[in-house]
């Protein structure tokens, strides 16, 4: 079989495609046969070298999501059969409860060899079924952003009809938050650079759009159209850059929802005092929060938002394109 590492990872372009031995499972274990990959901002930071802990194991199979057909099966293996169609898990042990360290040491395409090769062995526990609605591509978008947005959402203190959410830009994880709000019955107010981007967001969803561009205050914006109230919900993927503005956006005892690093900075917690505002820390989530998202998307027929699918042999391609931000939804490799 073939399968992509970083040698070393020193940028996108190291990006190497091998040959290796068919893997084989072990007791409860199961041999997937991967179909989709998709890529999110962190394996942007893996390329670079960046871990979210420690160092990079050496000779790295990157991404941490992706989903295909399971084709054999170890000794005592119950949870799924041959056929099943299935994603992995971000964090492979990370079932339920609380987020506990030993779980990040099992975060495929960081701590752990990834996804992206044409056969996976997984732990029986470390997968979920997919909708079956939804394609291969599809379901290889759902195990990182999909639960993250989920997890922002519904795990702290739950989003309600008619309450009102900010996402920030068009990437995965907001796009995900637009939909989970959306068919909720919450109002989305969304952020871009883009006139063209916000015009997918409203076809999405979306009651009103703000052009960051136009208005670099753009918590003055969200308040304006909020009626001075600010929102119930902030997905803030910007990082300490744009916390500043997420927490004047929100009401006053709302909750910004912290995911992404993307612009750097410094935290100034006076604002977060003063405005009793809810921030929250979200680093993916658990198996059970990935099983009761896939319940709302089979029940409401929720289709993730792809941007744009590359071939296999297109990886380092797929690589730049996130890079290149211009994308809206997630950026997929189809595998088989």
Known sequence: MKHYLFPQAAGIDTLELRDAPMPKPGRGQILVKMRAASLNYRDLNVAAGRAARGTLPPNLVPLSDGAGEVVELGPDVTRVKTGDRVAGLFMQNWLGGDMEPYHVDSSRGGAIDGVL????VFDQDGVVHLPAHLSFEEG??????????????YAGKSLRSGESVLILGTGGVSIFALQFAHAA???????????????????????????????????????????????????????????????????????????????GGEINPTPILRRNTVLRGIYVGSRQMFQAMNAAIALHGICPVIDRI???????????????????????????
């Open 140 to 153: 290889a978008t759902l195990p990182c952003a999909g639960v993250t947005a989920w997890n922002a959402l």
């Open 185 to 263: 019955g919450a109002r989305v107010i969304g952020t871009s650079s883009s006139d063209d981007k916000l015009a997918r967001v409203k076809a999405l969803g979306a009651s009103d759009g703000i052009n960051y561009r136009q208005h670099p205050e753009w918590q003055e914006q969200v308040q304006a159209l909020t009626n001075g109230r600010g929102v119930d919900h902030v997905v803030e993927v910007g990082g300490a850059g744009t916390l500043a503005r997420s927490v004047e956006a929100a009401r006053i005892g709302g909750q910004v929802h912290l995911i992404g690093v993307l612009t």
């Open 117 to 120: 090769a044409e056969y996976v």
């Open 310 to 336: 590359f071939d296999f042999g297109q990886a380092r391609e797929a690589y730049h394109h996130l890079k290149g931000q211009t994308h809206v939804g997630k950026v997929v490799i189809r595998i088989a």
